[in-house]
């Protein structure tokens, strides 16, 4: 029986004695190929340097100098102390020392609350709006609606709304529902920090909120229905299900809320008009003020990589604890 030759027999048959020989295929060679990535990559790192490392660099050189107002029109001339602009920053019991101690718990207690309570409110309402419902879409674009605004419209509607007199909060408070006897000043005094805390987790809880809904995404359903088949109510599908799966974002979530909280300049500086009051005195308005009220700007740039090497140290140290205990469950 006679058997067909096959394509791929066909192929390897030799070439004829009078046909030209096939050349294999040549790869790209040369500096084009190699440099290829490298050209991709330039605008980046060409941004990434004159947004961030420059800036860095000449903050550290300019902590080593003696620049006040005297030298601010040339650098040249400002005279270097070394390391004496740290040690007279961060001695704890002279005065600038405890001024910055005092502007440090500010922030940290700041911070801590702020991310807490934002992060308290994004994980309810991801939740809450898990499930399909009529609405649900239009709920999800009130939510992010702060989180889209401009931060200065933001906080200047806030700024008006806080105003003693004119504001609307007293208004509403004491006016309309009668549950204060008097107007209480909201932007000087003790109350100055609830008010700071109460715009900054009204701008920071929708980023929680987003990113934890995004992260539900991908729990998938079959397991609330085999947790509800046990019989598990909702706090312990909740606590068994839903965080678990849901702790590789939170690790990520608060870390990034906790460095832009700690950060934080836009929202004092516009909510209190540059000017802070003690009990609102965060670090990142007190390192301004040191620069630009007193014009000493080898102090400020001290204070500011001093903060710089502080949250290094509480990221690489958040990150280790979380690799760890990672780790172990693994």
Known sequence: MATST??????????????????????PRGPRRSLLPY????????????????????????????????????WSTAPSVGWENYRATLDLNSAAG???LHSF???????????????????????VLQRPFRGRAILRALFLTPYALPVYAAVITWSFLLQRDTGL???????????LGER??????????????????????????????????????????????DGAGFWRRLRSVT??????????????????????????????????????DLISIHIYRSSFKTWDFGSGSAMSVALLLFLLVVSAVYLLITNRRRDDHA
């Open 184 to 229: 209480p000043f909201w932007l000087i005094g003790d109350n100055s920090f609830v008010s700071l805390l109460v715009v900054s987790v009204w701008r920071n809880w929708p980023f929680a909120f987003l990113c934890l809904m995004a992260g539900l995404q991908n729990v998938p359903g079959e397991l609330y229905e085999a947790a509800a088949i």
């Open 39 to 74: 050209l991709l990559l330039a605008p980046a790192i060409l941004l990434e340097l004159g947004i961030h490392v420059i800036p860095m660099v000449v903050g550290v050189w300019m902590s080593m100098l003696e620049l006040t107002q005297f030298h601010i029109r040339d």
């Open 243 to 280: 965080l678990p799966l849901l702790r590789p974002v939170n690790l990520v979530l608060l870390l990034v809320l906790f460095l832009w909280t700690f950060n934080d300049f836009n929202t004092p500086f516009v909510l209190f008009g540059g000017s802070a009051p003690e009990q609102a």
């Open 169 to 179: 909060v007293n208004h509403v408070l004491v006016d309309q529902l009668g549950l």
């Open 6 to 27: 096959t394509a791929p027999d066909a192929d390897r048959r030799e070439p004829r004695a009078g046909s030209p020989a096939r050349k294999p295929a040549r790869r």
């Open 105 to 127: 718990w500010i922030t940290l207690a700041y911070s801590v609350l702020s991310v807490g309570f934002a992060w308290l409110l994004g994980i309810s309402a991801a939740v």
């Open 98 to 100: 405890k001024e910055l």
